[in-house]
């Protein structure tokens, strides 16, 4: 019961929400009643997961790619436009990689920091003032044990990861006083389909 009131009637955004640890969220959190952002890059796939939901007419599927961390002001807009507010932004999306360092071209370092690590700084940072205005507010990020250990093969995944945890860390600190939240998530191995879409060391899959 505590659970589901905590959540009922919150303004919930999740990024990745077309699958894997974004999609469950998304139907544990419809069922507690929560008001649902559902973002990615695969709008069909996410208007699937929104009516799949419980309540699926109050959520909205808003479309992004996170790459494009230029533009997600704009989407920050359009979220706050529709709810009003966003209680708990969940940066959950991500891509990852499988290649030694030397077999790496540089594009897919820097395509893995664009939208593990930039994508969810910009979105945080078009989100933040409306919760610091509000005094209230949640921040969670999934990251990984990639965050915090070396795992061969993922070489730019780990060192977005690591940034992640440098950035959120000390952005915990500085909302100390504000009501705001930050929560990093470090999953171990989940069966989703992140390494099917990964990337090989020439930017292939």
């Known amino acids: 019961m505590r659970e589901s009131a905590h959540f009922k009637d919150k303004v919930v955004w999740i990024t990745g929400a077309s699958s894997g640890i974004g999609e469950a969220l998304a139907y544990q959190l419809g ?10 890059n695969e709008p069909e796939r996410l208007r699937e997961v929104r009516d799949r939901c419980a309540n699926k007419a109050v959520h909205l599927v808003l479309p992004l790619d ?4 230029e533009s997600l002001a704009s989407k920050a807009e359009d979220a706050l436009r529709r709810f009003g507010r966003v209680d708990i932004l969940v940066n959950n999306g991500g891509i990852s990689h499988r290649s030694l360092a030397k077999d ?3 594009d897919v370092d820097r395509r893995v920091m664009d939208i593990d690590y930039f994508g969810h700084v910009a979105l945080t940072k078009a989100v933040l003032p409306s919760m610091l205005e509000r005094k209230s507010g949640h921040i969670v990020v999934t990251t990984s044990l990639a965050g915090l250990l070396p795992v ?10 690591h940034a992640l945890h440098g950035f959120f860390d000390t952005l915990r600190v500085e909302l100390w006083d504000d009501n705001v939240k930050v929560t990093l998530v470090c999953p171990a191995q989940v069966r989703t389909s992140i390494s099917m879409q990964a ?6 899959r």
Do not use: I, Q
Not at 31 to 40: C, E, I, P, R, Y
Not at 66 to 69: P, R, T, V, Y
Not at 152 to 161: E, H, I, L, Q, S
């Open 152 to 161: 061969p093969y993922r070489t730019a995944y780990c060192a977005a990861k």
């Open 66 to 69: 996170l790459s494009e961390w």
């Open 199 to 204: 990337l090989a060391g020439d930017g292939g």
């Open 31 to 40: 069922s507690l009643g929560a008001n649902l952002v559902l973002s990615s």
């Open 104 to 106: 790496t071209v540089l």
